[in-house]
C-alpha cells in the first residue's frame, strides 16, 4: 500500500485505520446524525483568545515577530495536560490558561527573541511559569526549557533568528508549517499501533490556526489551506466527544479515566483515544459539508446561525475544545497522559 505524502492526508490515513480496529474506543455511528445536528445549532467562530494570550500592538516596532514568536513559543510547550493536576495555577485557570497567560506576561515585559530561546535555563523557566516553590512540576518545567531551547535553535540555524521568516518560509501554506515543525523532535506526534506508525501532529497543525488567528487572517496568519488540517488530538476533545456520547470506551479504560489512573503514553488505549475522535470529527465535518447532510433539514436548526458554510475539522475541533471548558465536562474526569504531544 502507497502512504500519503502529505502530512495531513497520513494523519487521516493513520487514524481511519486505528479506528477500523479498535477495540477499547469506538464511535456511536447512530448518534452521529443527532451530535451533528446539536453541533449546527451553534457554528464555530474561531476567535482569538486575547484575556489569555500575547498579541504585540500593530504599531509596535517589531509587534508582527513578537507576535509570531509568541505563538511558536507558546505552542512549542503546548503540552503537559498529564502533568497539569500538579502544576501550581493561577486562580480560577486551567492548566493551559495558566501557561499561555504566564508566557503572555514574560513577552509583555520582554518577548523571547530565538537567542533567549535558545538560552534559557530550566531555573529562568521554572520561575517564568510560577512554579518556583513546586518540586512535583520539575519535570515538565524540564521539558519546557528543552522544547524552548530546541525552537530557538531552530530559529537561528535555518531562519536567521527571525520567528516571522519561519512562517513565511511555508509560503502561505498551513500544510507546509506543519510539516516543517513535526521534522524538530519535541514535534514529532506520532505514535505506533499493531505495527502501523500513526502520525497525529497534533502542535505541528496548530500552530497555523493559533497564528491565523493571531493575525486576524491576514499578513503571517494568511494561509490559503487551513481547511486541509485535521482535529488536533489531545485529552480534551475526545473527553467532550465521550461525554456527549459519540465515543465509546470499553468498561475497564472508563473505570482506568474515572479513578484517575495515568493511560500511558503510545498504549494501545491512548493512541485509540486520540487516532478515533481524529477521524470521528472527520466524520462530523463530511456530514456537516454534505449536500445531504441529516441535520439539514431537521427544523429545530437555528436557520439565522446555520449558513451551510463550509466547516473544517479543525473548526470543529475549536468548537469541541471550547464546549470542553463548560463546568459540566471540567467536573468530569478526561484521560491523563505524560507526553510531550499534548
Not at 513565511?168 to 506520532?190: N, R
Not at 505506533?192 to 500513526?198: A, F, K, L, S
Not at 487572517?217 to 489551506?225: I, K
Not at 482535529?231 to 461525554?243: E, G, K, Q, S, W
Request: glycine share 6%.
Amino acid at each position: 500500500m502507497q502512504l500519503p505524502t502529505s502530512l495531513t492526508d497520513r494523519v487521516r490515513s493513520d487514524c481511519a485505520a486505528v479506528a477500523a480496529q479498535s477495540e477499547l474506543v469506538t464511535i456511536d455511528g447512530e448518534r452521529l446524525p443527532a451530535y451533528l445536528a446539536e453541533l449546527r445549532r451553534t457554528p464555530p467562530d474561531p476567535q482569538y483568545d486575547a484575556a489569555h494570550h500575547y498579541r504585540a500592538a500593530a504599531a509596535a516596532p517589531d509587534g508582527a515577530e513578537h507576535t509570531a514568536g509568541y505563538v511558536l513559543a507558546l505552542d512549542a510547550i503546548n503540552f503537559g495536560s498529564g502533568y497539569f493536576p500538579s502544576l501550581h495555577k493561577l486562580p480560577g485557570a486551567s492548566g493551559y490558561h495558566t501557561v499561555a497567560a504566564l508566557l503572555t506576561q514574560q513577552f509583555d515585559e520582554s518577548p523571547w527573541r530565538a537567542a533567549d530561546l535558545a538560552g534559557l535555563t530550566v531555573v529562568q523557566v521554572t520561575n517564568t511559569f510560577g512554579q518556583r516553590d513546586n518540586p512535583e512540576a520539575s519535570e515538565l518545567m524540564e521539558l519546557f526549557t528543552a522544547a524552548l531551547n530546541e525552537l530557538g535553535d531552530w530559529l537561528l540555524r535555518e531562519h536567521d533568528g527571525s520567528a516571522l521568516r519561519a512562517v513565511d518560509a511555508a509560503g502561505g501554506s498551513a500544510e507546509t508549517l506543519a510539516q516543517q515543525l513535526f521534522q524538530l523532535p519535541t514535534w514529532a506526534d506520532v505514535s505506533e499501533y499493531r505495527g502501523r506508525q500513526v502520525h497525529l501532529a497534533k502542535r505541528a497543525q496548530l500552530t497555523a490556526v493559533d497564528l491565523a488567528l493571531a493575525f486576524d487572517g491576514a499578513g503571517p496568519g494568511s494561509f490559503y489551506d487551513l481547511h486541509r488540517l485535521t482535529m488536533f488530538a489531545d485529552n480534551l476533545v475526545p473527553h467532550v466527544l465521550r461525554t456527549d456520547g459519540l465515543l465509546r470506551y470499553h468498561p475497564e479504560l472508563a473505570e482506568q479515566i474515572n479513578a484517575g489512573r495515568p493511560i500511558p503514553a503510545g498504549s494501545a488505549a491512548e493512541v485509540e483515544i486520540r487516532a478515533v475522535a481524529v477521524h470521528a470529527v472527520e466524520l462530523l465535518a463530511a456530514g456537516w459539508r454534505s449536500s445531504d447532510d441529516p441535520a439539514s433539514d431537521d427544523p429545530a436548526s437555528d436557520s439565522a446561525a446555520d449558513e451551510q458554510r463550509p466547516v473544517s475539522a479543525a473548526d470543529l475541533d475549536y468548537l469541541l475544545w471550547n464546549r470542553g471548558q463548560q463546568p459540566r465536562y471540567r467536573a468530569l474526569p478526561r484521560h491523563r497522559t505524560r507526553t510531550t504531544n499534548y
